[in-house]
């Protein structure tokens, strides 16, 4: 069964309180979709029913949620208070997530049911930014034309390297929709923790990719953190992390055409669960593709003659939180 195109119902002020959503099957699929059952005031006053889909139904909404970068503690105020209203009201909100993201949120707001995203990186022959468009045409119809309400959950800060948060907002803009976004910590601050970044020359960022297959020079007076280190695919499970020594080859030569073989370079990563810690080792540029590096890696290079605090390895930040009479007293 198709379904009508949308129209404006009479109550065309808002919702009203007299639609009702009625589950409707779709054609070809076992999803369901929503007709308006609203009865509607004609001008002379007669209550007529109606069913097509009105505007005020089909206007579902987009949010996304950055949800931190590891632990659950890195989750703002509002990004809970999202995840819990959707637990609240399983039946209003359609919520999506990759597994990064879904582990997360589960520990946040047990009993969330998260449509599951892996999917996208199973798909062999499809390369990312495929898949990231598809998922963006995906979700913004689910919610701008299907009228869902829709939870996009993504790891770290929506706003940095995620190419399929681009797309919905790129896609949602075209469509003059607004989308709601939820900010959150980005992996820049547990990287961080464990250099000393001055700020005195500035820092660039860019993606190992772009240096390695790209052809993207440094500059080599500022210090550079390269994310995405050890990546080597984009497509499939790009994140096995005994294939990178082949793109950290790369990345060595390139950086070689710019920096000395005894240019100190650190490798930043995280433990990975359930502790998350910043760790880091600090090595040789000509050592790079010596040894596999873990997912979700980086690596910070120090400029050319800048401050030897850069190029050195911080100790690791402390946790736990300290409570100050326990330390007094023991
Ligand atoms: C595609 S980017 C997405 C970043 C995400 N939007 C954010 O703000 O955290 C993924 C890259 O971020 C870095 N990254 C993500 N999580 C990390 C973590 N827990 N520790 C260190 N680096 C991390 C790695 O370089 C990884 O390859």
Redesign the pocket.
Known sequence: MGLAQPERCAHDGGPCGVHRRQKLPQSGGSQMSHRCTATATEPHGAIRPHSVRCEVCVSGSLTIVGLG??RPEHLTQEAVQALQAAVADPHSWRVYGLAHARALAEAIAPGLQIRSLDYLYGLTGVDRPLAYADLAEMLTRRAFSDGHHVLYL?????L???DAVLAIRRRAAAQEQAIRLIH?M???D??LDRVYWTGHSGLALWSAWNVAFDGVALDVGAPTLL???G?FGSSGDALNEDRSPEMLGKLRDRLRRQYPADHPVLV???SGPPE?R?EGRRIELSALADQPVPV???LWVPSIGGPDLEATLAAPSVRRMVDPLSEVLS
């Open positions: 970068p590891a993504v790891a770290g800060s929506p940095f390297y995620n959150g980005a992996f820049l547990l990287v994310v995405q280190l990546e930043l990563y995280s998350y910043s979700y890696s980086n």
